[in-house]
């Protein structure tokens, strides 16, 4: 892309996309460049159509997909300033997934297999605090408040900041992880350079060996440490918008989905059912008809009076 890659890049930067968000968009939309050998200026609806039906083709998901219109929309949009030229695109629907989770105990057993000290204070730190993965290796030594009990996350999800909770297992971890490592700063995690964050895959791998060596017998990521956070906290009864600010999510809709996730939390629920009394089901309407009451005793006598005076009075015309 040459000079275009250049101000794509200058343009990410002035509106402020997160350090990854800008990786990513430069990524894709150089991927759609190299599909046709020719440069953007000369590609328009038809050929990003024809990208998209070769995408289908070739079975990319969901996720990848919207990444690819992402980028393609700033591009055309902001750094070409042709907007029509994507204004037509739609916007792939996912299949919208449960998270996985791992149990408490099953956490316990992959964190002690987890090896090197580094990776397993990393994936303790996403496990306690609920941090993403990039969060957590983007922390700083100054963003560890020991004596609050807090972490300061300064670079999330679109480069917002909050707070999360700091747990006293996690300030423990970190404290013999520092006397053993000593990390030069300001990094917390830092790579063998010193000056970059430790890989996000040497994590991974991590987490894959440790997962096997217990035998778990299934996939784990390590976005399933910060997936189990959440739905343990809610098992124990936390509510939803303190977990949504935990995790740093825009809207409750997706903190909420851990709702579906948490079996005991949906087995706490009651049901209207057993709030009803507890009688035998009403009878059928045709069964519900008034009793027949006897007449009253004086009313009986007088009509059987009445009768045998006509009686008689029948045998006196004869």
């Given amino acids: 892309m040459g000079q275009l890659y250049e101000k794509m890049k200058a343009d990410l930067k002035l509106r402020r996309y997160s350090a990854r968000t800008q990786k990513s968009?430069?990524?894709?939309?150089?991927?759609?460049?190299?599909?046709?050998?020719?440069?953007?200026?000369?590609?328009?609806?038809?050929?990003?159509?024809?990208?998209?039906?070769?995408?289908?083709?070739?079975?990319?998901?969901?996720?990848?997909?919207?990444?690819?219109?992402?980028?393609?929309?700033?591009?055309?949009?902001?750094?070409?300033?042709?907007?029509?030229?994507?204004?037509?695109?739609?916007?792939?629907?996912?299949?919208?997934?449960?998270?996985?989770?791992?149990?408490?105990?099953?956490?316990?057993?992959?964190?002690?297999?987890?090896?090197?000290?580094?990776?397993?204070?990393?994936?303790?730190?996403?496990?306690?605090?609920?941090?993403?993965?990039?969060?957590?290796?983007?922390?700083?030594?100054?963003?560890?408040?020991?004596?609050?009990?807090?972490?300061?996350?300064?670079?999330?999800?679109?480069?917002?900041?909050r707070w999360v909770v700091l747990p006293r297992r996690l300030l423990e971890a970190l404290r013999e992880y520092w006397r053993?490592?000593?990390?030069?700063?300001?990094?917390?995690?830092?790579?063998?350079?010193?000056?970059?964050?430790?890989?996000?895959?040497?994590?991974?791998?991590?987490?894959?060996?440790?997962?096997?060596?217990?035998?778990?017998?299934?996939?784990?990521?390590?976005?399933a440490f910060r997936h189990s956070f959440a739905t343990h906290l809610l098992e124990a009864g936390e509510d939803l918008r303190t977990i949504q600010v935990l995790l740093g999510h825009r809207s409750i809709r997706n903190t909420a989905r851990y709702l579906q996730v948490s079996t005991v939390h949906l087995a706490r629920v009651k049901s209207p059912l057993d709030a009803l009394g507890g009688g035998t089901p009403e009878a059928p309407a045709q069964a519900r008809r008034r009793p027949v009451r006897a007449p009253a005793r004086g009313k009986t006598r007088g009509r059987n009076a009445r009768a045998q005076q006509r009686k008689r009075a029948k045998r006196r015309a004869r």
């Fill in 25 to 161: 968009y430069l990524y894709y939309a150089s991927r759609f460049v190299r599909h046709f050998m020719r440069p953007p200026t000369e590609l328009g609806k038809d050929d990003i159509r024809r990208f998209l039906e070769v995408l289908a083709e070739r079975g990319e998901s969901a996720s990848s997909v919207r990444m690819y219109l992402a980028s393609l929309r700033f591009l055309y949009a902001t750094t070409l300033e042709r907007p029509d030229e994507v204004a037509h695109l739609p916007w792939p629907r996912a299949t919208q997934k449960l998270p996985a989770v791992l149990s408490p105990a099953e956490i316990d057993r992959v964190l002690a297999a987890i090896e090197p000290l580094a990776c397993k204070v990393v994936i303790m730190t996403a496990y306690g605090t609920g941090l993403r993965i990039s969060e957590a290796l983007s922390l700083e030594t100054r963003d560890i408040d020991g004596d609050k009990g807090l972490v300061h996350v300064r670079h999330g999800k679109g480069d917002r900041e």
């Fill in 180 to 223: 053993s490592v000593r990390p030069p700063g300001p990094l917390l995690f830092p790579g063998q350079s010193g000056t970059k964050p430790l890989c996000p895959d040497t994590v991974r791998r991590a987490v894959h060996r440790a997962v096997a060596d217990v035998g778990l017998g299934r996939r784990v990521t390590v976005h």
